[in-house]
């Protein structure tokens, strides 16, 4: 297995930058963050079962907008990989 966690960002189609990142990090892991606010935004509300759950979190995440997720996931150390093959 590979000693470390690579994340794809896709500039153009065809077109991969790879940034790497040390294993077992799940806080460099843009996707952690959307978790961690779906997380406060389902806090404090009770589901009578599980699929009542999964539903909120499906409607959640439709609703989310691009803006709102690039302002969640854009840390400066993905943006600054990203200028330097723009």
Do not use: C
């Amino acid at each position: 297995m590979v000693g470390f966690i690579i994340v794809a960002v896709s500039k153009y189609l065809l077109d991969i930058l790879l940034i790497f990142q040390p294993p077992y990090s799940p806080e460099l892991n843009p996707i952690e963050r959307v978790w961690q606010h779906i997380k406060q935004e389902l806090s404090g509300e009770l589901y009578e079962n599980l699929d009542m759950l999964k539903e909120k979190v499906r409607a959640y995440l439709e609703e989310l907008s691009t803006e709102t997720v690039a302002s969640i996931t854009g840390w400066d150390y993905i943006l600054s990989a990203l200028a330097t093959v723009a």
